[in-house]
């Protein structure tokens, strides 16, 4: 598997350096508040147990599944709920985290559907950014790093539901998407 990787992009360490940074910062925004925290399957499960190992608050933990990718590089545009929250949302301070924000789609989708349930308020962390996919007007509060308009995989993200399981962020080889 990792001799499908053309380039490492961010290292277990680096990734474990944000995550320390950034749970610092959610520990003080999120202090009293006991929020509910949303995991975003399957791509921010392993940021998500990263990030709240570095938290030191109380706060719930919830799943939701997003789908919009096909086996494909390229969003398909529309987005589907393919797995629903088990918590009741309304009146809570909500934390979503992301693996990666690409067109924005998928995040906006979530946040209008929170909104629409009535949280009281709704923060994005974001292990990846990358900015220049974006095709809708939407913004995360707190960002791991800003990636290159390239396709990424690793530390969750996939490739054909591939590549989670390696421990940093990579791009792959041109190669495996040619041999499809
Ligand atoms: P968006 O709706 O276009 O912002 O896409 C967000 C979702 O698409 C993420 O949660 C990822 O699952 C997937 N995605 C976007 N860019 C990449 C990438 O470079 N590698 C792997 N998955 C990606
Ligand atoms: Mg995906």
Known sequence: MNNDIERVLYSREDIHQVAQKLGKELTTAYAGKNPLIICVLK???LFT?????????YADLDFINLSSYGNETISSGEVQLTKDLDADVTGRDVLVIEDIIDTGRTLKFL????????????????????????LVDIKADYIGFEVPNEFVVGYGLDY??????LPYVGILKPAIYEHK
């Open 43 to 45: 791509g921010a499960v």
């Open 49 to 57: 147990t990263d990030i709240i190992r570095e938290m030191d608050i």
């Open 111 to 134: 946040i209008d559907l929170l909104k629409r349930r009535d949280v009281n308020s709704v923060k994005v962390c974001t292990l990846l950014d990358k900015p220049a996919g974006r």
């Open 160 to 165: 054909a539901e591939r590549y989670r399981n």
